[in-house]
């Protein structure tokens, strides 16, 4: 499965990139397979526990330094598919190329 999250500290001004980083640095701990873009971080794990213990610890890393955090999450569940943050994304560059 992969989940694609977005963590974002609220009441702490506009710069919120130190905060975020603390997120993306669980992520990245891990050693769960995972990429971070502009607007997400998405994670790729076998279940539900392994996954979400990841996104938990990393929203906790934000709660614990910002006074509200809101988090927006899109799963994609697919059994049996390994290295799909990486395949999916060659399945698009292979049409582009086409």
Known sequence: MIVAFSVTPLGVGEEVGEYVADAVRVVRESGLPNRTDA???SIEGDSWDEVMDVVKRAV???????????????????????DGLTTKVE??????GA
Do not use: W
């Open 60 to 82: 906790a890393a934000v709660e614990a330094r910002a006074p509200r955090v809101s988090v927006v999450m899109k799963v994609d569940i697919r059994p049996g598919v390994t």
């Open 39 to 41: 607007m997400f971080t």
């Open 91 to 96: 399945t698009v560059e292979r049409h582009l």
